[in-house]
Structures are given as structure tokens and as C-alpha cells.
């Protein structure tokens, strides 16, 4: 009889114990799971938001410097000699090294998804990494989805945190140039660096992670005691 007792005491230690060890299990589980869900939210977010700030007011600088006709005229014959070209590429330059923005440009539709540059404010003519000369074409098939919503929805639009192992992150703000019946003309677009910006945030991140670990170490601790007083009350 005192075995049988003895014998069920320590099977029902033996199950607190499990349920508590589950619990606990469930509890760090659960902390560490929702804590990396908010912090790549937080990341996209608050990058989304710092970039759009920087780009949205870039791009309205580069729209009033833009002349409707005279660019759709320069988007067809995508002639460098242009009166219109030099001096507007000098004041998108101005304006991309003044917001600190990385890249600059405008572009007309030739087919599909195939553009061609017109006006590069990125960079002066010379620096052949950066710049696009007037009339170079370029695939967006494989660009960011916002393209094709700021052609199709007529409005601006801001893309999606890009990763590059040359540029680090960007995001790019899209613009459509219109004529003065609505239709498209051409695309403005402006790259902000987010690399700055998604340094700070992680580094906000890491000091919450921090406080979620001492959080953690605390309950490992009351878990502990727990365990103790456990093996006490079935002693």
C-alpha cells in the first residue's frame, strides 16, 4: 500500500513536471517566435516609411523640373543635342546630389516592358557605371511590381526594400509622367540607400532582443524554483 502511494506521488510529480516543462517550452517558443515577426516587421516598415520621406519629395522636385511636351518630344527622337537634355539632365543632377539619393532618371515606354532612358540626373556623363545615356534600353520585367502599378494606376508609387550584394538596400520610389489628358508619357524614379536605415533599426533590434533574453532567463529562473518546490511538496 505505502509503494502504491509512493509509486503514485512520483507519477503525478513526474506529470507536473512534464506539463510545466511543456509550458515553459511553449512559453520562450512563443516570445522568441512573435519577437521575430514584429522585428522584420518593424524593419520593413519603419525602412518603408524613412525611404518614402526621402523619395517622395525628390520625386515632386524632379516632376517640376520636368517639362511635359518638351520631354515626350526628346522621349521620341532621343536626340542628346536637344536644347531641352543638357540642361535638364544638370538640374536633375543637382537635385539627386543635393536629397543624397542614389540614383536619378526618366524613361519612356518602347514595348511592353522594354524602356528606354531619357533624361539620367544619376550621374555625369562620364562616369560610365552609373550614368544611362539617352536612349538605352532596359528590361523591367523583372524589376519591382510597383513599376507596373505606377504606369497602370497613373499614380506614384513606392517599391518593395531591394537586397544587393553590390549596392546593399534600396528602395525606389516610381512616378508617372503625364500629359495634360492623363495619358502616360514616361516614368520618373528615384533609388534611396535604406542600408543606413536598416542599420539603425537592427540595432534597436538587438538591444530588444536583449531585454527579451533577460526577460526569458528570468522565467528559465522561476521555472527552476518552481521545479524545486515541486519535488518538495511530492517529497
Known amino acids: 500500500m505505502e509503494l502504491d502511494k509512493i509509486e503514485e506521488r512520483e507519477k503525478n510529480r513526474s506529470s507536473f513536471r512534464f506539463q510545466l516543462t511543456l509550458f515553459f517550452i ?3 517558443v512563443s516570445i522568441f517566435a512573435v519577437f521575430i515577426i514584429t522585428s522584420v516587421l518593424q524593419v520593413n ?7 518614402s520621406r526621402l523619395g517622395l519629395p525628390i520625386i515632386d522636385r524632379a516632376m517640376s523640373v520636368l ?7 526628346l522621349g521620341r527622337s532621343l536626340d542628346q543635342n536637344d536644347p531641352y537634355y543638357e540642361p535638364t539632365r544638370k538640374k536633375l543632377l543637382e537635385i539627386k546630389e543635393n ?3 542614389r540614383y536619378l532618371y526618366t524613361m519612356v515606354q518602347e514595348a511592353g516592358t522594354v524602356f528606354r532612358y531619357v533624361i539620367d540626373g544619376s550621374a555625369p556623363p562620364d562616369d560610365t ?7 538605352s534600353t532596359e528590361d523591367l520585367a523583372e524589376w519591382d511590381t510597383a513599376v507596373l ?3 497602370n494606376t497613373k499614380t506614384v508609387q513606392l517599391g518593395s526594400i531591394h537586397q544587393s550584394g553590390k549596392w546593399g538596400a534600396t528602395m525606389s520610389v516610381y512616378a508617372p509622367i503625364l500629359k495634360q489628358n492623363g495619358d502616360f508619357a514616361g516614368l520618373a524614379a528615384c533609388d534611396i540607400d535604406a542600408s543606413g536605415v536598416i542599420s539603425w533599426i537592427r540595432t534597436q533590434v538587438i538591444w530588444q532582443l536583449g531585454i527579451v533574453v533577460l526577460f526569458s532567463l528570468a522565467g528559465l529562473l522561476a521555472y527552476i524554483a ?10
Not at 45 to 51: L, Q
Not at 129 to 135: L, M
Open 45 to 51: 516598415a519603419v525602412t518603408r516609411y524613412v525611404c
Open 99 to 101: 536629397s543624397g539619393c
Open 129 to 135: 557605371e552609373s550614368f544611362s545615356p539617352i536612349g
Open 149 to 151: 502599378d505606377a504606369i
Open 226 to 235: 518552481i521545479v524545486r518546490r515541486t519535488n518538495k511538496l511530492f517529497a
Open 26 to 28: 511553449f512559453f520562450f
Open 67 to 73: 517639362d511635359v511636351d518638351a520631354f515626350e518630344a
